[in-house]
């Protein structure tokens, strides 16, 4: 009886060092498997693709990698700038919610257009969406 | 149901997690009694029912981001609630009393910041509330001193440590300003190698900083003035990617050491404890302690003396300043090895929120919860192995006390929302 609790007590304890380790195994295979959900999303964030643009920057045919989110105007602070006398110093912001691309018109003289169309509230940008800030035209590529 | 299955990895580890805690308590309990009672199980089974309640509160949430740090701060939680009953059984319940108030704190944290950019806003509120609850102990009634350091607030029957609170605003406060100023601290003007940064900018920090360094002092927590200082750095470093500051820093360090060395009774013998423990005149009285955990490191070999079997109980304080000889002495070095792993892996997991973090607040945010836990653990350990001299500071999740648990649960809630802004924005799940 004794030499069965005895063998018995060794084995938890060993199990304990054992569970700790299989506990281990599994929460690093968790974090790979994260890891690569993450760093996929982490690429495909987006991209405007310049389309139009009447000066030197941003050139056309150029890729501008997007943050989470954007704001797009003349001053040179922005977090894309847009050097175009039609567009206002604070033009418009460009932001993900919940994993949709958004613009909204940050009160410019000019507005913004979504497609052609003038767009009135915070309004959901598609892929291939094309967005025109002064005289300036830019794609959203995802 | 569907709801549930959202957060899948972080239930599945859980269940680890539940053998894990069940193991090691009955390890410790058939031990210690030479037979096993189904009570003893009450204990590890109340805190894996609290463990499953956050996770079922994060799924029906809808949090997204993170699976891991929730299983891994519930496993050293775990850990350390059996370390408790091991080492100080008389403490269990209140570990127990104070792991629900601090699921009760990781809660609140989840809940109640709407938007977690709003604590940036109040960045000077959270410095002033830092000086003055780093302040408190030093008041008159509330103030109580333990084992030579004033770092305790007793109110009614509650005692604690108002510093474990402060690291956190602390971080908030230099991620806020550093979001801020970050332009401009960033790139000093030069002379030759060396950044001169731009004083006006930095001086609220420094200031801070001295004002925390001379309260530390007056105090005598050496571990709590030594994670200020890294936290400080760290940040720093984090946000301007100038090592020279990190630089200035070490010189700070060693030139304070050298100067409270010689000014601190209480430094002094920190140093010569860690130095020559085994000398005639400290074996047996200043450096009793850590003569007996390094004997304890030396028993546990490699797969220990089993759960329960060690006798760890000849450190003196062992469950609060040295649970991880303990650990090690009953696990050996394949369970030190493994605590260590997790402390990795957590750290890891935290650096890689802070990375992927939308803004620099948040970033720095993450980055600066992730360090305190990092050179927490890095500051204990080293000190209870004697590689660098024994400061105060508690191992995160596992040490007994209840102020760290609580904190260290709210940092684990800041880390997932930081985390679940993230997964938003990005559209991740």
Redesign the interface.
Known sequence: MEITFAVLLWGVRIAFLFLLYLFLIRAFGALTRSMRTESAAERSLGTLIVERSPARTPRVGERLALRASNTMGRDAGNDIPLPDEAASARHAKLEVRDGEWWIEDLGSTNGTLVNGVRIERPERVRNGDEIAIGRVALRLER | MTVLLRRG?EL??LV??T??AI??S??VA??EA??FAYSQLAIPVAFICVAVLLHVFLATRGIRG???LL??AA?LTAIGLVLVQRLASSLLLQQLTWTLIAAGAFVGTILIPKDLTTLARFKWTWALLGVALLISPLLPVIGKTVNGARIWVGVGPANFEPWEAVKIMMVIFFAAYLEEYREVIARPRRIGPIPIPPAPYLLPIIVMWAIAMVVVIFERDLGASLLFLGIFLALLYLATGEAFYTLIGAVLVVVGGFVLYHTFGHVQVRVDTWLRPFAEDLRFDAGYQIVQGLFALGNGGL??A????GMPDRIPVVWSDFVFNAFAEE??F??AI??L??YL?FV??GM?IAV?A??PFLQLLAGGLSFIVAFQTLVIVGGNARLIPLTGVTLPFVAYGGSSLVTNWMLVALLIRVSDITA??????
């Open positions: 990895d599945r580890l680890w997690v053998l894990i193991t090691g009955v390890a058939a031990t030479a037979g993170d699976q891991l299983p891994m496993v797969f220990g089993g759960l329960g079997n696990t050996g394949a369970g493994a605590l792993a997790l892996l890891y997991r890689l992927r939308p803004t938003r924005t990005r559209g991740t799940p």
